[in-house]
């Protein structure tokens, strides 16, 4: 798994955890919709660490607390 196949599964799955559409997530998070629908559909392979601040600010949690999930674990090595 690539880490924008992990950032976008997990973005998904706290929009899950915390009962809210990825659109809500937007507003709250002071992001376009454009930019996290990107995101979440995979046309955006490589959100910024500002971005995903920025969604950790609207979910009231920690950057750690977005990492920190199996997802994470086993990434491919994405040297070019």
Not at 42 to 69: E, M, P, W, Y
């Amino acid at each position: 798994m690539t880490i924008g196949d992990a950032v976008k599964k997990r973005i998904i799955n706290l929009c899950y955890e915390h009962n809210m559409t990825v659109n809500k997530l937007a507003t709250i998070s002071g992001i376009t919709q454009s930019t996290l629908n990107n995101i979440t559909s995979g046309r955006n392979n490589s959100a910024t660490v500002s971005t995903i601040k920025k969604i950790c600010d609207g979910l009231d949690i920690t950057i750690q607390d977005f990492f920190d999930c199996e997802l994470f674990n086993d990434l491919e090595q994405e040297i070019k």
